[in-house]
T-cell receptor, first 109, second 113 residues
């Protein structure tokens, strides 16, 4: 059964305290893995797409990596404005998109 | 200049009623989607619509019917609303349906009394 699991469910960090979010997946025929950021009352905002194991993408304090079974979103020296829910999604085929339930990140000043 | 806009933002209605949610995108994308986000925050795809081809998710009850008058619009009509339909519904769009990121609207919170 295709599924996406994110951990931890919630993460509290002090400003400047680096950490990683995990997205593990079991799908047949991965076509792409996506990371999104979702703020309260808003729709998900696209961050990265990863296509194959070993690929890495970076944007400001965020870096996403991909293996054959999981993806990590590394947050380096986070700031309070990085507080949000981070969603992972995989595409396994046409119209087959599976989202995880997200990691709610809270960065304290 | 909103890329993907949904109306209304909030919808409160009685069980058994029929309601519609509208979605418009100004990104020039050719594929649009409807998602349901339940109380556990899982986003589940309901439909995608690519160049007049509708792809239906088999788990969606036939009380839900998408309608696309053109590439920039995808509306969702729901008949005979049930308590379990309470959720946040998101519209999204992408260019093509293969490994392209989706751009989401801000959601419509549907509450059934």
């Amino acid at each position: 059964e295709d599924q996406v699991t994110q951990s931890p469910e919630a993460l509290r960090l002090q400003e400047g305290e680096s950490s990683s979010l995990n997205c593990s997946y079991t799908v047949s025929g991965l076509r792409g893995l996506f990371w999104y950021r979702q703020d309260p009352g808003k729709g998900p905002e696209f961050l990265f797409t990863l296509y194959s194991a070993g690929e890495e993408k970076e944007k400001e304090r965020l870096k996403a990596t991909l293996t054959k079974k999981e993806s990590f979103l590394h947050i380096t020296a986070p700031k309070p404005e990085d507080s949000a829910t981070y969603l992972c999604a995989v595409q396994a085929g046409f119209n087959k998109f599976y989202f995880g339930s997200g990691t709610k990140l809270n960065v304290k000043p | 200049d909103t890329a993907v806009s949904q109306t209304p933002k909030y919808l409160v209605t009685q069980m058994g009623n029929d309601k519609s949610i509208k979605c418009e995108q100004n990104l020039g994308h050719d594929t649009m989607y409807w998602y349901k986000q339940d109380s556990k925050k899982f986003l589940k795809i309901m439909f995608s619509y690519n160049n007049k081809e509708l792809i239906i998710n088999e788990t969606v009850p036939n009380r839900f019917s998408p309608k696309s008058p053109d590439k920039a619009h995808l509306n969702l009509h729901i008949n005979s609303l049930e308590l379990g339909d309470s959720a946040v519904y998101f519209c999204a769009s992408s260019q093509g349906s293969g490994h392209q990121p989706q751009h989401f609207g801000d959601g419509t919170r549907l509450s059934i009394l």
